[in-house]
């Protein structure tokens, strides 16, 4: 058996008016922070690069605040006689209204709100096969999303103008709004097809006696910058869908007459049309009829004044007069617009298979916890359920101690209580704020200090395991204090001689503060749930640092604590399955530990928790092809270690994102009742956990706050683990700072 050390002689204090130097412990605290901060600016960056690609791709497929026709019965006394009277074709050459009336025996065909991956290279299929061309009214967001379809419809002599980006009513809309939606849409066509236009079409628009006082403004300023209007002679109606006559008839100008007549090649269903536009253009020649575009009908019908008509042969030249090739920063931006887009293409839909295989997951993985808690539950309330002959041998409890001044005296009174036999052992890991001085000073009966140079806590552990006198140890933090009944009933399954360390109930001691609250639901939630899941599963993945017991045979085979993760605690649980041995929960042996009290220091502790989890994992993945109980805990329990505890987590706020993005660009009820729905499930999960622990059920009426705002926190924080795990990088253990505010608990609540 090994001497147990003698306290040695307490260190000088430093000189007054010296500064004294920093320890081992804040001198590697120091590096880390300063080697984390990049990190956490790279995650920023991909949570900021994400949330701009869900809002890029989120303004090209919706209109926020919705996308109607909002203006009814307007007057139009603001509005020229001879714009009302004249021509569809409306331009402002030296600052004067002036319509152009389509020649007779002339139809302009005109196609609004495409391109459509589907409808759009259908009709181009029809035009080049009759060789007829057409004018293209483009919605901007369309465009950025199909820019090969917009590159063909110019290349086969097709005319495209404006349509706004996001087919929006400009009448109601301000200047700024009005010149963006143009100025997005002909960057949107720079990209695609490396030109820019000078023609525009209103969405909402048809005849120019519809123009009123309210749409007047915007086609007047467009005009004095150069646009030209165009407006229809003929509507087909085909987003009616009435018929294919139906629509061939409404597209037909009478009496020979000249037309620009409409036709939709998007926004919805439209194979009536695809079958009615063949049969309109053969109709049409056989009538004597040419087709050409805007510019064309412009070319052979030189306007006169406002409504002037006329007739005349169309030109063949100059069907593409209102292009122009994009130059400077117009094509690059254009291009970086396209490219972006691109990727958001490609990211949403990439997104949206993520979400569902989470939703599957998340929803999965309640589902069993629920059962197997229950099952759990049961089994280990059964009366005849037993471990073996009691356990009543005396055990070794371990309090490793860094600068622990405001607790460890209530950790060492409540240890003293303990209604097992027990010898305290407090290993000082080099604390210059007096702690060891204090635990000596209490004359607790069986309570021996042992100081040693700051190491860190795996060191400190070890220390206390070769300094027992027992073979069953206990290990604890030093801000936590135990139940009386506490060490009895976590030593209780040791009577399995398999067992090999057993996990013990940890719960939140300072839960009055919001913080603490939220953490309070996510422990227990996690420690009756969770780990009666593994329990059953017997992939146990963690014992938790503030209460657990292990074999003393158990740690020295295994090597003891190690330093080579931040999670010395799934580093040994893990190391434990691989050896043989069996790792249990007893739901009994409660521990009230301090949570941390800020922000800062919750990140501080979650970001070690996550990272080094996914070091130990790293650090064993071996296991995943070995035989025998290391090969059944590789195959069983990682996989649902990563699943639950990294693979979920991280794509999680996924659902929340979707949340938002749904909110505003979708449907805003239909994505609420989703998001109550998930927290429905939830709060049962939660309300069983908290049944099973004989809980207050209080604490989860903060459950939706916690769903907002701590929830979102933890999600950061495993993004920045990842980051740091993909980077590479090593912390140190890090000291949180104490109040002491947890004292011997009187019971729950």
Known sequence: ?????????????????????????????????????????????????????????????????????????????????????????????????????????????????????????????????????????????????????????????????????????????????????????????????????????????????????????????????????????????????????????????????????????????????????????????????????????????????????????????????????????TLYEGKALVAAVAVAEWTVPALSAGLLIVGVAVMGRFAMMLVLARRHHRQRNRRRFSWGPPVTGPVSVIVPAYNEKECIEATLRSLARSTHPIEIIVVDDGSTDGTAEIAESLGLPGVRVVRQANAGKPAALNNGVRHARYDIVVMMDGDTVFEPDTVRHLVQPFADPSVGAVAGNAKVGNRRTLIGAWQHIEYVMGFNLDRRMYDLLRCMPTIPGAIGAFRREAVLQVGGMSDDTLAEDTDITIALHRAGWRVVYEEHARAWTEAPGSLGQLWSQRYRWSYGTMQALWKHRRCLTDKGPSGRFGRVGMPLVVLFQVVTPVFAPLIDVFTVYSMVFVDFRAALLAWLAVLAVQLVCAAYAFRLDREKYRYLLMMPLQQLAYRQMMYLVLIHSCVTALTGGRLRWQKLKRTGEVGTPAGTG
Not at 35 to 61: E, I, W
Not at 119 to 146: A, C, N
Not at 149 to 165: A, K, L, S, W, Y
Not at 268 to 297: D, H, N, W
Request: charged residues 20%.
């Open 1 to 329: 058996m090994t001497t147990p050390s003698t306290p040695s002689t307490p260190p000088t204090p430093p000189a007054r008016g010296r500064r004294r130097a920093p320890s081992r412990m804040e001198r590697a605290a120091g590096r880390a922070a300063a080697l984390q901060r990049p990190r956490v600016l790279l995650a920023l960056l991909l949570l900021l690069a994400l949330t701009c690609v869900m809002l890029l791709d989120g303004y090209l497929r919706a209109e926020v605040g919705g996308d109607q026709r909002v203006r009814t019965g307007a007057s139009a006394s603001d509005v020229p006689d001879d714009v009302l009277d004249g021509g569809p074709i409306l331009s402002f050459p030296g600052g004067r209204a002036t319509t152009v009336s389509v020649p007779d025996k002339t139809i302009v065909l005109t196609f609004d709100d495409g391109p459509d991956p589907t409808w759009t290279p259908q009709v181009l299929e029809i035009l080049e096969k009759y060789d007829v061309p057409g004018t293209f009214f483009l919605v901007g967001s369309m465009v950025s999303r199909h820019p090969g379809i917009v590159r063909d419809m110019v290349e086969q002599g097709n005319e495209v103008g404006v349509h706004t980006f996001t087919h929006v009513d400009l009448s109601y809309q301000s200047q700024a709004r009005v010149t963006r939606e143009i100025e997005q849409t002909q960057l949107a066509l720079a990209g695609a097809a490396g030109i820019t236009t000078t023609l525009f079409r209103a969405p909402y628009s048809s005849q120019t006696d519809a123009i009123d006082n309210y749409s007047w403004p915007v086609y007047e300023s467009l005009g004095e910058n150069g646009y030209t209007s165009v407006f229809i002679d003929t509507d087909s109606d085909d987003w009616k869908r009435p018929g294919v006559s139906e629509i061939v008839e409404w597209a037909t100008p009478e009496d020979g007459e000249g037309a620009s007549v409409l036709f939709h090649d998007a926004g919805g269903e439209r194979s009536q049309t695809i079958e009615a536009l063949p049969k309109y253009i053969e109709k049409m020649k056989a009538k004597g009829y040419t087709f050409t575009t805007v510019s064309g009908a412009m070319a052979d019908q030189q306007p006169t004044g406002a409504g002037s008509t006329g007739a005349g042969p169309v030109g063949e030249q100059g069907l593409q007069a209102a292009h122009h090739e994009a130059t400077g920063a």
